[in-house]
């Protein structure tokens, strides 16, 4: 029997518990060991026999696993998991800061070379998936135009700063594409967009007893970076309503690019969609298989941190060269 | 100055002609040489300075060229070609005979490797980027259903069948995916789809003079594997109106896989949908920059056939890795 690849999710919130989920639907990978920073006592996982250890410990078993998921948030678990743990393992991430994504290249790189590991990082769907039709459409027709929308799906940055205006007691926020922005961009057209062209925000909010609505409204519709660049709607609600109705953790979005060539500038549009139930068991589905490739990339050798770019596509896949080659080519 | 990677084009038709124009939308490739079957002299093409050549001479230019792109049929041409190429240059071509892709493989494989070449075999839309759609999504999601619908586009296969039957003296006919099809998928029910359910087959047809119309009309619905499985709707038009509206060559199609994560089954769906106004341009858009990748894997030292899931997405990009990573990614 083929030995499977022996996967350790480290921290078990959505992110983790969706890679747990996302190995069960494989054949070649099984899941080792979860580590976490609380007590272990307290975390319960849904498969049986797998120890749920300390993630101060995590060295100690360096041998009995063959790549971790890092399953930390991009604001200040990351920064620091990621090159540390990248010194003992192949790891994989879903680091999702656009702007800082150089920088934690370089740092996670050093350290996956140190240690003579295979670091991937930024996977998911965006940064993931988008970034592979971004790069693919924009290869095949450099002259043109991308546009990425998100939506419709719940922001938890956002929902979360609504959480902190003063009188608001929970609230969800959806972001919404601009059906008439997507239509022009399918058009062909490249058409410049502002912010407020693209998305519209949509909250639902649950008050405090007695606190001002049209503070809270005001509070939220000018908000720097959050809101105030866009066109906000707000719907207050209760709380039951609030669970019943929107509890799950839907996203998706759209990545477009139009362009054009040979002498007569041929128009080409290129679309690319998700529609997803959960945002957070996507994304792990897409770790899972990343997990695949780094096993297999370390163990043809290469080094250092990589991202979705660096990765061909057969690695991704259970199938052999030659199945692929037969029945998805 | 950068050395730009020297291309040449083997058969100088639609394809041909596309890749000629998609080297002009690149900053380091350039067209160094165009060979051809026919008559050199006949072969008048779009860029200066650059010699039309005998194919039959192409090998003596092999220290001239980086990669060649071959332009040639799935049905005659490249079966011979691809192989006979493989041995003296690194290559890229469209082969896109899904049935016999395995064992074209394995020929271009061995000429490849025993000349130390690299051929990036079927490479365009579909097989090509419709292939990288369905091995993404199948691995992101194991559990699902994936389908692909082509058009509205000219199929030149079945116009070709069209202009074999007695009595029509010319053709066009438009492979056309059906709507409610699409909606089933796009809902996430996975349903079973016959042939006739997912395509519809339109042809614009000019009749010879006298013809008996309704003879070619039962001809062609009958016709086996080409048109007896679909609805096929027949316009007799006139050869004016043949020229004047049905001149392009516009194509595209769907890749829609949707599939199921978690325990409780949350659904997905992954939707990539190509728009094209000219089929053979984009192809040929295609084929230039899986030619970048081509010149960059056999400068890293590999050989043998490739196809598109060999391919890391960086290796078809102008951009650095930096540029990748801080820009795309």
């Given at each position: ?74 604001a ?20 999702d800061t656009h702007a ?26 965006d ?21 990425t929308f998100w939506g419709k799906g719940v922001s938890q940055g956002h929902s979360d700063a609504i959480r902190r205006v003063p009188g608001v007691k929970n609230a969800i926020q959806y972001t919404v594409p601009i059906?008439k922005a ?11 967009l502002t912010t407020r062209e693209k998305h519209l925000r949509e909250c639902f909010v649950v008050a405090e007893?007695?606190a001002d609505l049209s503070a809270i409204e005001q509070a939220i519709k000018t908000m720097p970076n959050y809101f105030d660049e866009y066109d906000t709607v707000i719907h207050f609600i209760?709380?039951?309503?609030l669970?019943?109705?929107h509890?799950?953790m839907?996203h998706?979005g ?76």
């Amino acid at each position: 029997m083929v030995q499977k690849i022996k996967v350790a999710i480290l921290g078990y919130g959505n992110l983790g518990k969706g890679v747990e989920l996302a190995l069960r639907r494989t054949n070649d990978m099984e899941l080792a060991a979860v580590f976490t920073r609380r007590d272990p006592a307290s975390v319960h996982i849904l498969t049986e026999n797998v120890p749920v250890l300390p993630a101060a410990q995590a060295v100690s078993h360096k041998d009995e696993i063959d790549v971790m998921i890092l399953c930390g948030g991009s604001a200040t678990d990351l920064p620091e998991m990621g090159p540390q743990f990248a010194k003992d393992f192949c790891t994989v991430d879903s680091f999702d800061t656009h702007a800082k994504i150089p920088a934690y290249f370089e740092a996670v790189d050093q350290a996956a070379k140190a240690g003579g590991n295979v670091a991937i990082i930024s996977v998911g769907w965006d940064p993931g998936l988008f970034s592979l039709n971004r790069i693919y459409a924009e290869s095949v027709l450099p002259d043109g135009a991308t546009y990425t929308f998100w939506g419709k799906g719940v922001s938890q940055g956002h929902s979360d700063a609504i959480r902190r205006v003063p009188g608001v007691k929970n609230a969800i926020q959806y972001t919404v594409p601009i059906e008439k922005a997507m239509e022009a961009v399918r058009s062909g057209a490249q058409p410049q967009l502002t912010t407020r062209e693209k998305h519209l925000r949509e909250c639902f909010v649950v008050a405090e007893e007695g606190a001002d609505l049209s503070a809270i409204e005001q509070a939220i519709k000018t908000m720097p970076n959050y809101f105030d660049e866009y066109d906000t709607v707000i719907h207050f609600i209760s709380e039951e309503q609030l669970k019943a109705e929107h509890a799950g953790m839907p996203h998706g979005g759209f990545v477009i690019r139009s362009g054009e060539t040979g002498e007569s500038g041929c128009k080409h549009v290129i679309e690319y969609a998700l529609k997803l139930d959960s945002n957070p068991e996507f994304t792990s589905s897409v770790l899972v298989c990343y997990a695949r490739a780094a096993y297999r990339m370390s163990k043809a050798g290469q080094t250092g941190a990589k991202s979705v770019f660096d990765v061909a596509p057969a690695l991704l896949s259970e199938k052999s060269g030659e199945e692929l080659r037969a029945h998805l080519l």
